[in-house]
């Protein structure tokens, strides 16, 4: 299994303590407030119209909601995991099935009750539905990346943008204010990237304290000498 490089591994852990210190934040700031300024600029965004038809129609948010649902948002981690399959990629397929989970876990057992948020019949303080399409969205990029470096990475950039589009549309619908889909996001990209510096540090660590008999060329040196013997 081959993990992140030390580069690699260094960035997502300064990306996860960064993204949850501003969970933090945000979640200390709607327990004192209950509406932010940014949820104000969030919803004017997201009700602008273009001369007089409006950025965001209604059919368009709800096709985007859609997609931070429960059953797309497990589907589109047995895709990742399938694909992960056939590239021969284990340590994608341990980060998807190990990341998936924890977000949500972090989002609606952990994130909500602790905030209280109330937003209609429940809570919203984080959205799990951008905490859904964030968490896809940056597998998808973690793939990429391994697969094909930057250019990977430039290929799936586009999918990022699901990630504001999801944010704006909750709000259009009245579901979500700004600052849950802010939180959302972050929650989900910060889950892959903390998994993934877990996994890659395991994996590191178990490769430097294995037994020089476990490993690849520790077997090949022992088969190389009971050869040897029989040779002789």
Same mark, same amino acid.
């Given at each position: 299994m081959k993990p992140l490089g030390a580069r690699a591994r260094h960035c997502s852990l300064g990306l996860t303590v960064t993204f949850a210190a501003a969970v933090v934040g945000l979640a200390m700031a709607v327990r004192r407030s209950s509406q932010l300024w940014i949820d104000t600029e969030g919803h004017r965004v997201a009700y602008a119209h273009l001369f007089v038809a409006p950025i965001l129609p209604m059919a368009v948010a709800d096709g985007v909601v859609v /997609?931070?649902?429960t059953e797309v948002f497990v589907l589109c981690l047995v895709w990742i995991?399938?694909?992960?399959l056939i590239l021969e990629d284990r340590f994608l397929v341990i980060v998807t099935v190990l990341a998936g989970p924890l977000a949500l876990i972090a989002t609606e057992v952990i994130g909500k009750p602790l905030v209280a948020r109330r937003e209609g019949n429940g809570l919203g303080f984080p959205s799990g539905h951008t905490t859904a399409i964030a968490t896809s969205v940056t597998l998808v990029a973690l793939a990429g990346y391994r697969h094909s470096r930057g250019?990977?990475?430039r290929i799936v950039s586009p999918a990022a943008l699901l990630v504001p589009l999801m944010g704006l549309s909750l709000v259009r619908l009245h579901?979500? /204010?700004f600052s849950d889909t802010i939180a959302g996001?972050?929650?989900?990209c910060g889950a892959v990237l903390g998994v993934a510096w877990i996994v890659s540090s395991v994996v590191s660590a178990a490769g430097r304290t294995m037994p020089p008999s476990r490993t690849a060329l520790g077997q090949f040196l022992r088969f190389y000498e009971e050869?040897?013997?029989i040779v002789r």
């Open positions: /997609l931070g649902s995991v399938i694909a992960a250019r990977g990475l579901d979500h /204010l996001g972050l929650v989900g050869t040897d013997i």
